[in-house]
């Protein structure tokens, strides 16, 4: 009967691991090399190189295009652009189209128009600056107004909630530049408009009488 050595126990076990090993090491850089060693499957010996298809890196989205300044919602606008004009943009009061005038209470509007070609006669010209507003637009502007003056009732000197706000109801216009509102605040009662409020020139309503008497001025929104 043979005997067999220590070293050739140890050699026997072993094989099997490698064999395993070697299996193992076979998928490497996205191939799978499986090596046909007795022990290993229990193939013939053999080598098979079978392919597999990397995909390549997926292609960074390009960042979308910066919208059109011409379109782009203003600061003070939150459910609709209804109400605002972009910056140092103004209207003609015979631009209808837009629903800043459109909107307006039609008697306030033709009174506006009537006064903008007398004043054209003397060589001023009238534009409007706002005048109707959506209630999601005086909102934001009433909330950004409490965040600049720290307080609603601060606030509420400068611009009034939508519940409030003669803009959102139409019967408010507001008209620049400086010496166009401050023609208005002088002739503006032969058409029934009159300022009301000392700390807002521009700001107009449809309130003369009868004899074009102008109710006495507010001290301002809240006022």
Not at 34 to 54: D, K, Q, R, Y
Not at 138 to 159: I, K, M, N, P, T
Not at 172 to 200: M, S, T, V
Request: overall charge negative; aromatic content about 6%; some cysteine.
């Amino acid at each position: 009967m043979g005997v067999t050595s220590p070293r050739a126990r140890v050699s026997a076990r072993g094989a099997p691991g490698m064999s395993v090993i070697l299996c193992a090491l076979a998928a490497v850089g996205g191939a799978l090399l499986a090596l046909g060693l007795t022990g290993c499957g229990g193939h013939s010996p053999a080598v098979t190189l079978v392919h597999t298809t990397v995909p390549p890196p997926p292609v960074p989205a390009e960042p979308p295009a910066s919208p059109d300044p011409a379109l782009a919602i203003g600061p003070g606008a939150v459910d609709t652009v209804g109400g605002w004009l972009p910056e140092g943009v103004t209207l003609s009061p015979f631009d209808t189209t837009n629903p800043i005038l459109s909107q307006l209470d039609p008697m306030l509007l033709r009174a506006v128009q009537e006064a903008a070609r007398s004043a054209q006669t003397q060589g001023i010209e009238l534009r409007v600056t706002s005048g109707w507003r959506s209630a999601g637009f005086q909102q934001r502007l009433f909330d950004e107004g409490v965040r600049e003056y720290g307080s609603v009732e601060a606030a509420a000197e400068f611009v009034a909630p939508p519940g409030v706000s003669k803009h959102v109801t139409g019967q408010a216009i507001d008209i620049g530049p400086a010496e166009a509102a401050r023609w208005l605040i002088a002739h503006g009662n032969r058409f029934g408009l009159c300022q009301i409020y000392a700390n807002e020139i521009w700001h107009f309503e449809l309130v003369a009488d009868a004899q074009g008497n102008c109710p006495p001025l507010r001290p301002n929104a809240a006022g």
